[in-house]
């Protein structure tokens, strides 16, 4: 990592310490260790730059004797930090807050002390658009009077003509939320836009929305892929937020039929104007609990083709996963930002009818132990099973090769070491290790024909296949 003066005070940054590669492999080791034995696991896919990634930048404001201080927390406290130069804060964000700080001490601004309850200045929220450049600010007060206040936010467009709103909050709680229940527009439109993968959307002070704009396009992409939507399916983007995975997916495929659930109302009021803006009419969003909205659902024995859900960290519920079952879509993507209860869910899935097919890590905050995965998840047959018992003399394999197919070997190669091993590197390796072969199998046509021998970089990946499936010791 680049050098940060702060790091080891800070604790943003857990791996601060780490080259990006190394980061990278740190991250696909830790989902793979959850979620190896539970389906395949891709390559994580990392950032093409992992630094200054941050769109929403927030600091605290305090004071250090006479002097006005501004920063982030260090983790687990109320200890401000402050670092000009953040390598995750986008570089913009953090020029405007830092001259917010330099104005404030100009207007003779008083941070809030929360100790004694007295001051005004409990914090600055400063979200970006990185598709449209366009940048909110919001002032956390713990009053709404704000002396001087058209003198400070003039003097703040004049230095930022990229900001496009100014919003006052007043935050009066006493818990570590950042904002309060009530918001005041004092410029601007009250919100900004910004776009993903073609889609426009708006962004409220209150909106989730997610930090890193390109790993965003990245992470929506997998799943839409995953999807594999067609005309006229039914589809479910459950925890919907502003609805942005579902009206990508929809703007992916002209034709669906997409409901989206939120339990926020702001959140639901801006994906209802989302879908307006980008023309998609069709798109319906409600205001409901996800679980809740899923039982209901299945109760009146309605069903979707596919079903997005990109639930909080704690993640989903038994219920909803019961609901799954009942509803009956043919593809689940679960889009998760905690592979611990992602596991945890997974194996609930498949306790009702629902086997991942794989996973993939996506790095969404470099810097940090934190990673998203994209999973797949597809319907298991009803299909009645036929018991045939038959006995190992009868067939013309040994026991080792009854262990794993050609195909599985193939895959597991693959998705381990990237390596694509033919039926023949196979055969040839598994004759190498006592492996015995039907007659005839895989030897060369006509005699005296020379045969393209299995590398040893294919042969060492080969064999960890054998000993994964227990063919050799």
């Excluded at 024995?301 to 996963?321: C, H, M, N, Q, Y």
């Excluded at 009868?394 to 026991?399: F, S, V």
């Amino acid at each position: 990592m680049k050098n940060c003066p702060v790091s080891k005070n800070c604790g943003g940054c857990e791996y601060a310490s780490l080259e990006y590669g190394a980061q990278l492999q740190a991250k696909e080791k830790r989902v793979k260790d959850l979620l190896s034995k539970i389906c395949p696991v891709r390559p994580i896919v990392g950032a093409d730059n992992p630094y200054f990634y941050r769109n929403k930048v927030h600091w605290a404001f305090g004071h250090m004797g006479p002097h006005l201080i501004a920063g982030r927390y260090a983790e687990g406290s109320h200890r401000i930090i402050e670092n000009d130069e953040c390598l995750l804060e986008d570089q913009e964000c953090a020029k405007i807050l830092s001259d917010i700080k330099n104005l404030a001490v100009k207007f003779k601004m008083q941070s809030y002390d929360e100790r004694t309850k007295r001051g005004l200045l409990r914090r600055v929220l400063v979200r970006k658009g990185v598709a449209t450049g366009e940048v909110m600010v919001v002032l956390v007060l713990a009053s709404p009077v704000l002396p001087g206040k058209k003198g400070f936010i003039k003097a703040l467009l004049e230095k930022h003509s990229s900001i496009k709103t100014v919003l006052i909050n007043i935050n009066t709680r006493t818990d570590s939320m950042i904002l309060g229940d009530k918001t005041i527009n004092e410029f601007g439109r009250g919100f900004i836009w910004d776009e993903l993968l073609g889609v426009r959307f708006k962004i409220s002070p209150e909106s989730f929305y997610q930090i890193n704009h390109d790993q965003t396009e990245k992470l929506y992409s997998l799943a839409i892929e995953a999807a594999a939507l067609k005309k006229g399916e039914k589809v479910l983007d459950a925890y919907c937020g502003i609805g942005t995975i579902g009206l990508c997916a929809a703007s992916s495929c002209q034709g669906i039929q997409l409901t989206g659930v939120e339990l926020n109302r702001a959140a639901v009021s801006d994906a209802r104007e989302n879908a307006k803006i980008n023309k998609m009419e069709k798109a319906r969003f409600l205001a409901a609990d996800a679980t809740k909205y899923m039982i209901e659902t299945a109760e009146k024995k309605e069903a979707f083709d596919v079903v997005f859900l990109d639930p909080p960290r704690s993640g989903t519920t038994p219920e909803f996963i019961r609901a799954c079952e009942q509803l009956a879509p043919k593809r689940i993507v679960y889009v998760s930002c905690d592979p611990t209860t992602l596991a945890r869910d997974l194996k609930e899935f498949k306790k009702h009818s629902y086997t991942p097919q794989y996973a993939i890590p996506v790095d969404m905050f470099p810097f940090t132990e934190h990673v998203e995965t994209c999973v797949l998840l597809s319907k298991l047959s009803r299909a009645p099973k036929l018991e045939v018992t038959v006995k190992m003399s009868e067939l013309d394999i040994t026991e080792a090769e009854a262990k794993a197919s050609y195909q599985e070997i193939q895959d597991y190669v693959m998705e381990n070491t990237g390596l694509h091993v033919s039926n023949l590197n196979i055969a040839q390796v598994k004759r190498k290790y006592g492996i015995l072969e039907r007659q005839n199998y895989n030897l060369p046509k006509t005699d005296g024909a020379r045969q393209p021998q299995c590398t040893p970089e294919k042969e060492r990946a080969i064999v960890d296949a054998f000993r994964h499936y227990k063919m050799i010791d």
